[in-house]
């Protein structure tokens, strides 16, 4: 079935340093998002980039997404604290209503 | 900026018991989903709705499970006989749009508890 699966699963990085995160999918899509998940919480929408796009920009954020790969990847760049979360990247098939997460990554920012 | 609310956040029930998840979309949106995360996995999708119909749902979402849209502002979600496999969060979301074409916007989520 199509499935966003993120890498890595956990990752742990310096207040300051840039996060990547990346997502694999298995079959064509409409468009890929990212969600971010504080502990306890809903899903907190980021960025949508759609299957003719190749990049996108959010603030800190960065999105690519390779179709030719069935890849996409999420750069946050200057971490805080406060981005510490899980990161799901989330497809979407053509005339389909649901999203399709992936299993997630956990990121930690260290003081 | 308007948001989607949930009640009630923490939901205790015994097990075959009825139970009624509501959540209050966002006024304007026209799509409304269920999904469900079972502690430390990933969110999956139940069912999606518009205009007073189910229009797609999951594997997961059988007999036992009915969504209503029973006034203009709540969507529920009623399981009708409860079983400790249904203990998940469950999250309501909206969007102006069908699917991913536009983001969903998600609740805070229903803590379910089948002892």
């Not at chain 1, 990547?20 to 919480?41: A, D, F, V």
């Not at chain 1, 809903?42 to 997404?65: P, Y």
């Not at chain 1, 069935?70 to 053509?94: G, H, P, Q, W």
């Not at chain 2, 529920?76 to 983001?103: N, V």
């Amino acid at each position: 079935s199509q499935q966003g699966e993120e890498d890595p699963q956990a990752l742990s990085i310096q207040e300051g340093e840039n996060a990547t995160m990346n997502c694999s999918y298995k079959t064509s899509i409409n468009n890929l998002q990212w969600y971010r998940q504080n502990s306890g919480r809903g899903l907190v929408h980021l960025i949508l980039i759609r299957s003719n796009e190749r990049e996108k920009h959010s603030g800190r954020l960065r999105v690519t997404l390779d179709t030719s790969k069935k890849s996409s990847s999420l750069l946050i760049t200057a971490s805080r604290a406060a981005d510490t979360a899980s990161y799901f990247c989330a497809t979407v098939m053509n005339r389909d209503d649901k999203i399709i997460f992936g299993k997630g990554t956990r990121l930690h920012i260290l003081p | 900026e308007p948001e989607v609310t949930q009640t009630p956040s923490h939901q205790v029930t015994q097990m075959g018991q009825e139970v009624i998840l509501r959540c209050v979309p966002i006024s304007n949106h026209l799509y409304f989903y269920w999904y469900r995360q079972i502690l430390g996995q990933k969110v999956e999708f139940l069912v999606s709705f518009y205009n007073n119909e189910i229009s797609e749902k999951s594997e997961i979402f059988d007999d036992q499970f009915s969504v209503e849209r029973p006034d203009g502002s709540n969507f529920t979600l009623k399981i009708r006989s409860t079983k400790l496999e249904d203990s998940a969060m469950y999250f309501c979301a909206s969007s102006l749009q069908r699917g991913g074409a536009q983001p969903q916007h998600f609740g805070d989520g229903t803590r379910l508890s089948i002892l």
